[in-house]
């Protein structure tokens, strides 16, 4: 019973993010980044190092602490979402073992944080977070779930201090999103026994505060987002899981189980660029010019029910031609100016009707076109073909390139038109949902 709340305290990533901006690649930033990506060892060493220049930090010790639980999750392999969302597989298998350096490091941080200031916002952080590693550890390790729940209070009312002093502080957010959602699950008479204890058991409120993060953090953002898409799950919600999943897909692409639970949700298409025709054609005084790009890679991810869609289609803008070198030259240096901007890059969100397992469809495909480091909205209707795990499909767009902010190349005796039409066919493999 107590594997619902227990299963995502997941304080076990990092300091007092002030922003949404994503994870750098550098200093601690760097750190976290590799941790998503499960590249534990080169995360390691990046905390070494910043414990080495800041020695009195208390959130370098903090996150080597949370490397080596986030490898022993990862060894035990419960960070899969499937796993998070059925409580006989959490409970299920033995406890772990303890690790000697996690607690070694847990104490190190707790030594340097009480050292701080009493207000001192990143040293109440490192607080809070401590607690939360070993409610972790406890919880998903060690099977120790009412000492679990005794950490995660103290982390809750840690970081309930903190956003009394900076409550713009997105990440300590995430401490009571977690309570509250995980102990809003419990049956009515569990909820009244827990708020006897001091709990908070807001479910509507746990997900408010976890979406807080999710839009206003910084090193765990990531996290805000795994637990929202295990909320969606739970809430037979899989469209919105399959868009916090493909944004960590995205952000992270080494580490593979974020694409492992897409392809549990999602039926996938991925192009082949040698299959993968791609043709414009620009209208001019006295000619028509006509010319071609190459795909670089292609997959959509999409939901067959809802259509809910993400993915990345990229074509590379210096592969243009025309077959005029100096044609081309004039597109690339003075219009797509490819050197600055060398991705042509479309965002799938939503496909609109229905695809068939086998035969011929017709759907449409809304998206973003990044062009020229500009987003525009687009909209494209497609033919797709199935037939025993192979797609073909075609689409036909107009690019109003001179609207959106590109150079015409017109002069005084060429005159071209402000819009381009393309032609885009291709070909692949696609998997359904299993």
Known sequence: MRARWIIAVVAMAGAAGLTAEPLAHTGLDLGYRQLYNLQFHDAHATFHQWRSQHPHDPLGPASDAVTDLFAEMDRMQVLQAQFFTKDQDFLAGPAGPANPEFETDL???????????????????????????????????????????????????????????????????????????MLGLKPAPVRWLLRLDGAETDKTEGLRELRRTAEEGHYLQPYAKILLAIAALRDNDPGTARELLGQLEEEFPLNPLYARELQRLSAVATFDPARTEIHFTLGAFLHTVHGEFALTLGRIEFDPAGGAASGRIEIGAASGKSGNDARDRDMHTKVLETERYPDIVFTPRQLTGTVAAEGTSQVSLQGTLRLHGEDHAMTLPLEVTIHGGQFTASTKATIPYVAWGLKNPSNAVLRVDKSVALTITTAGQITWPR
């Open 107 to 181: 104490e190190a941080a707790e030594r340097l944080a009480a050292a701080a200031p009493a207000n001192d916002t990143e040293a109440m952080y490192a607080q809070a977070l401590c607690h939360g590693l070993r409610a972790d550890y406890f919880g998903i390790v060690q099977k120790r779930y009412m000492a679990s729940l005794g950490e995660m209070k103290r982390g809750q009312a840690v970081a309930a201090r903190l956003l009394n002093i900076e409550p713009q502080n997105g990440d300590a957010y995430l401490a009571g999103g977690i309570e509250n959602y």
